[in-house]
């Protein structure tokens, strides 16, 4: 169950068809993009009727139960749960015996209009020239000398679901020697590189490709965009695990969760955040209108990517992936089984066992179950 999922599908029919909407206001945004269509509309179908799903009956009480097949879209708050925990199971699987740091870049907030009006290709500049910038200081030897590994997760929103595009990486304290033969570590375990000087080669790179590819949005900055708000902030984060835990968070779902939700009705959305400076817990208080303008404007492109790989963490660079770890003599260790955990979807909601047996098929658009049945 989630309740913001319910409460978007209430709201959805207003947004899907202008006719319905009402007058059109400062705040309310009725014309969406194919892309924002597509997730309300996903997001209205998941586990239901519409998208078919399974009959069960179970092996003990007999009962019959139905359950829908999900969306499994990135914005459904439904959903992206099994995709999250698999990622999280993945990447803390690669983590390496060295330590780790999280590297957040942020742009200055006069240039968040180029990416509202350009976000894909905005998106993609974000992502080549911040790990470029990266790899260009890791590449001088007065500061590492090496290729280093990134795992890149774009975050589109603020505590307060605002539009604030910006980047976290994980990277691994240390790379490969430009021979492919000897691992270099970090000079220390809380300091990777320079921030200043990551921050200055990622503001001219970016400069530089908005004033080749998009020459039209570079003329509406003023000169002083380039010269401040280019923030790179490097933080410890350990042997990795409390990093990937905290963006697997964001990596299948979008910019908030049932868990901050104060209350919400058809006119006002509640909801907590921690305020950045203070970091205090606090409440944020919405229209309605203002609430779904908000989470729609963080649905992403269609085909595009919420999380990246540089260095020898490229997909392509598994013969790298594998000399590095040879290079820090990663253990191969091979463990018992673990117990699977319960098959929730087998769970029968009569009697409680995880008894329930798959007997049938609900088409697309079948009837709903007769009441008192789910």
């Not at 983590?95 to 999280?102: E, I, Q, S, T």
């Not at 229209?287 to 992403?300: I, K, N, P, T």
Request: glycine share 6%; aromatic share 8%.
């Amino acid at each position: 169950m989630s309740f913001l999922a319910d409460w978007l599908r209430r709201q959805a029919p207003a947004w899907l068809d202008p006719a319905t909407a009402g007058p059109v206001t400062p705040t309310r945004r009725p014309h969406l993009s194919p892309a924002q269509r597509r997730a309300l509309l996903a997001i209205t179908r998941c586990r239901t009727p519409e998208l078919g799903g399974h009959v069960y009956r179970c092996a003990d009480c007999t009962r019959t139960d139905f359950a829908y097949h999900s969306c499994n879209h990135r914005a459904c708050p439904r959903c992206g749960g099994a995709a999250a925990a698999a990622w999280t199971a993945k990447q803390t699987e690669r983590l390496l015996p060295v330590p780790y740091f999280m590297v957040t870049f942020t742009v200055p907030e006069e240039l968040r209009f180029a990416f509202k009006a350009r976000p894909k290709l905005m998106h993609d500049l974000l992502f080549t020239h911040a790990a470029r910038a990266l790899q260009t200081i890791a590449d001088d030897p007065r500061h590492l000398g090496a290729e280093l590994g990134m795992v890149g997760v774009l975050h589109t929103w603020g505590r307060q679901m605002q539009h604030h595009p910006h980047l976290h990486f994980i990277v691994a304290g240390g790379g490969v020697n430009p021979a492919g033969k000897a691992w270099i570590h970090s000079r220390r375990t809380d300091w990777l590189l320079p921030g200043d000087a990551v921050a200055g080669v990622f503001r001219r790179g970016m400069e530089a490709a908005m004033r080749s590819t998009v020459p039209e949005l570079h003329a509406q900055l003023s000169e002083s965009v380039w010269r401040a708000g280019w923030w790179v902030h490097t933080q410890p984060a350990g042997t990795g695990e409390r990093v990937v835990k905290y963006l697997a968070r964001y990596v299948g779902r979008t910019a908030i969760s049932d868990e901050r939700i104060l209350a919400m009705n058809d006119e006002t959305v509640a909801f907590r955040y921690t305020d950045t400076k203070t970091q205090e817990r606090r409440a944020c208080a919405l229209s309605a209108e203002e609430f779904m303008r908000r989470y729609l404007q963080h649905v992403l492109p269609p085909g595009q990517h919420r999380v990246r790989y540089f260095g020898w963490r490229h997909p392509a660079a598994k013969k790298k992936r594998a000399a590095v770890e040879t290079l820090l003599a990663v253990p191969i260790v091979v463990c018992a089984k673990a117990d699977e955990p319960p098959q929730w979807h087998l769970r029968c909601p009569h009697c409680a066992r995880f008894s329930l047996v798959r007997v049938g098929t609900l088409p697309r658009l079948a009837r709903a179950p007769p009441s008192g049945q789910r």
